[in-house]
């Protein structure tokens, strides 16, 4: 019985083997005898079936060099099928350790393989499975990835599938080789060209029962769509939605599969056309059985979130969710792993997503999401990503003074503005963390004072100017600092302090055409210099009473509004009056109501600012006036 028959499969007989020296003694029998074709294709088969299963063997053949010692039996016999075979399949193994991966790039061992593929192709499948594997091996290391790509190994392996795709072990190896590969898109869009999605659809179909195609066929599948949404979309057409939902199904016990399937089906998904065909397919069931099957694996749970969380950015998909019990299984395993920063964000986002739908929403709350993602905020408070995903969870959730409540209860505030605070870089997480405590505060006036102390007003007006260039962040900021200060005269006192109304304006002079912006500008301005229309009453009859103090921080709000240039504002107002209208509003109420509130700041404000809050009333008063007979004309 040969030393291969012994080791082969078998762990503890490798591990054995290794111990009495086996790797050193194959090594020398193939220095010593490199020309014996019997010596160097049996040694190569007995030293890849010792170092399949051993890493400890794999360490020994790292320290002893054993890569460049196969490489040189590959030269030396190009073109005897069975020791390129043997030879490939024992440098496969070698390279699984990045010292011989190196070692072995360093002898050209990457021409070695592609002339076996290329020589003995349709000499059996010996050769192209052992040349595929070793090519993966080697296309691990990012340098080997960019000179196979350079010497052609995609159209090399292209002709692997075109003879031999309908051998599982061919397909697999071939498929699995084309992952590494595929990492930029120029050689993404050259795949592609080669017609790379219709075979690979084709061999995912024909191979459907084998979960060793399917891993490796998806692997390579998403990653030529990842982040190429139009080929995400051709894949999607060419079948491949089809195929991915089968296999999640077929191979739901064998975790390996699921977790790359999981992916692929995440990247095929970023369009909502694709996003109604995979849900049509079973896909958001499909997704949702995989966590409930696999609660303490964290790579099928992260890859799963994410491929839920873009279906459910779909909103139509929201009923099948609710029907699967997404919410709770996702709310489920983001609990299980809160050490786990990638289940943590994908959670998080599917969670965002889901709970658009109130209904979902409270069912969320309901599953325990709040405490969930409270504490994977505070978990990773670092990880900008998860915060920014747990923050937009959050906002989406408060969709009632309930869930506001059970948020803040928790410490949910004060963990977004910590956040806001930690990661003003990052302009998704300023968008998404405005975002958060706009809701959370809105007619909410414990949950105003609770922001104001945990320094929200100041973490939101930082967000603000460290993002210039983000519309979205303006809009959002402008809305929390706006619901921050509503009917709350200590919260406007504090979004002046900081700076709040001269940001809100530098946003609306920036984003002039942005309605969203303008829309959520002015809303602000409006609730930091207008009071509500009983302390209007009692400040109008203080003035006359002479107790000017009693008029409140609203006329400070206003003032300071009056220290900066607003000649942008005019042209502004007129956009957001005539959405004011489109929208069957009262007509310019809102500006009526900001010019109340000047008027009562004007008698009560510092004399050093009262030029300037006048010129700001009649600037506001005129073009009150001047919009509100052009659209009477106009309507």
């Known amino acids: 019985m040969t030393l291969s028959a012994l080791t082969a499969g078998n762990y503890g007989a490798q591990v054995l083997a290794g111990r009495l020296g086996a790797v050193s003694a194959v090594l020398a029998a193939l220095r010593a005898n490199g020309e014996h074709l019997g010596v160097c294709e049996n040694g190569c088969a007995a030293l890849a079936d010792l170092l399949s299963l051993a890493p400890e063997n794999k360490d020994k053949g790292a320290q002893l060099e054993a890569s460049v010692v196969v490489v040189g039996v590959l030269r030396a016999h190009p073109g005897l099928a069975t020791v390129q075979a043997a030879g490939c399949r024992a440098l496969w193994r070698l390279c699984e350790h990045p010292d011989s991966c190196a ?27 052992g040349a595929c594997r070793a090519l993966r091996a080697l296309c691990e290391d990012t340098l080997g990835a960019q000179r196979a790509d350079k010497a052609g190994a995609l159209r090399h392996l292209m002709s692997v599938l075109q003879l031999h795709g309908d051998s599982a072990p061919c397909a697999e190896a071939a498929l699995g080789a084309f992952a590494p590969l595929v ?106 059985a995989c966590l409930a099957e696999h609660p303490g694996h ?23 969710a609710s029907g699967a019990g997404s919410v709770e299984a996702v709310t489920q395993a983001l609990g299980r792993h809160l050490k786990h920063p990638g289940v943590c964000e994908n959670a998080c986002a599917a969670l965002g997503n889901l709970c658009v739908s109130p209904t979902l929403a409270a069912r969320a709350v309901d599953a325990g999401a709040v405490d969930a993602v409270v504490d994977a905020l505070g978990q990773h408070a670092q990880h900008a990503a998860v915060c920014e995903r747990g923050a937009a969870a959050l906002r989406n959730m408060c969709s009632s003074f309930e869930t506001q409540a059970a948020v803040a209860s928790r410490g949910g505030i004060q963990v977004v503005v910590a956040a806001l605070k930690l990661h003003v870089e990052s302009a998704g997480m300023c968008e998404r963390g405005c975002a958060a405590l706009g809701n959370l505060v809105f007619k909410n006036p414990a949950n105003q004072a609770l922001a104001a102390d945990a320094g929200g007003v100041e973490a939101v007006v930082a967000a603000m100017k460290a993002q210039p260039k983000s519309a979205a962040v303006a809009e959002r900021g402008a809305a929390a600092l706006g619901n921050l200060g509503a009917k709350n005269t200590l919260n406007q006192a504090r979004v002046g302090a900081a700076g709040g109304i001269e940001t809100i304006v530098d946003s609306l002079a920036r984003f002039q055409d942005h309605a969203g912006v303008q829309e959520q500008g002015f809303r602000a301005l409006r609730n930091l210099s207008a009071l509500d229309d009983a302390t209007i009453t009692a400040a109008e009859e203080a003035k006359e009473q002479g107790k000017a103090a009693a008029a409140g921080v609203g006329a400070q709000a206003a003032a300071a509004a009056g220290r900066f240039g607003m000649s942008a504002i005019p042209a502004a107002l007129r956009a957001y009056v005539a959405k004011l209208r489109a929208e069957h509003e009262r007509g310019c109420a809102p500006l009526s109501h900001m010019l109340k509130s000047l008027d009562v700041a004007f008698g009560t404000a510092d004399s050093a600012v009262l030029t300037e809050v006048e010129a700001l009333r009649a600037r506001v008063k005129n073009a009150v006036e001047t919009i509100d007979s052009a659209s009477r004309a106009e309507f």
């Open 103 to 129: 070692q072995a790039l360093s002898c050209d061992a990457l021409d070695c393989v592609l002339h076996a593929l290329t020589r003995h192709q349709a000499s059996g499948q010996g050769v192209p499975v």
């Open 298 to 320: 964290p790579g099928v749970l992260e890859n799963g979130c994410a491929a839920l969380g873009n279906l459910a950015a779909h909103t139509p998909n929201h009923e099948r």
């Open 183 to 288: 990492v930029d898109p120029a050689s993404k869009k050259r795949l592609v060209a080669l017609g790379f999605l219709d075979k690979a659809v084709a061999l995912l179909r024909l191979h459907a029962a084998d979960a060793a195609v399917a891993e490796a066929g998806f692997a390579a599948l998403g990653n030529v769509v990842f982040r190429e949404q139009d080929t995400a979309d051709a894949a999607a057409q060419a079948g491949a939605l089809a195929v991915a939902v089968t296999a999640l199904r077929s191979h739901l016990r064998h975790p390996p599969t699921v977790v790359n399937v999981c992916a692929a089906l995440g990247n095929l998904c970023g369009s909502s056309y694709s996003q109604g065909r995979a849900a049509g397919l079973g896909a958001v069931e499909a997704l949702t």
